[in-house]
Nanobody, 121 residues
């Protein structure tokens, strides 16, 4: 089992910044990737950004140049620095981790509880 604890969400004005953090703990053999997804009202969950232990990143075109994903491997922590926030960034942001677990090195995906980010115009 893996637990993800998210923090950093809140209410900000357009143009403002927030920094999300997510700490992973539990039974983990290795981490394949960590990242963030978001879900706005009436929409499906979508990718924001992911990062591998080697530092490779993948992000949505809608956040490139504004959001930066990073991680502290020693702490199993991933961050999302969000700058120049726009009202359309309003969503519940979910921490994500892909791990290998157990003797069979089973690949599993886990999600955090989600943290609300609201950007006012």
């Amino acid at each position: 089992q893996v637990q993800l604890v998210e923090s950093g969400g809140g209410l900000v004005q357009a143009g403002g910044s927030l920094r999300l953090s997510c700490v992973a703990s539990g039974s983990i053999f290795s981490i394949n990737a960590m990242g963030w997804y978001r879900q706005a009202p009436g929409k499906q969950r979508e990718l924001v950004a992911t990062i591998t232990p080697g530092g490779s990143t993948n992000s949505s075109d809608s956040v490139k140049g504004r959001f930066t994903i990073s991680r502290d491997s020693a702490k199993n922590t991933v961050y999302l620095q969000m700058n120049s926030l726009k009202p359309e960034d309003t969503a519940v942001y979910y921490c994500y981790i892909k791990v290998r677990q157990g003797s069979l090195r089973t690949i599993s995906n886990y999600w955090g509880q989600g943290t609300q980010v609201t950007v006012s115009s």
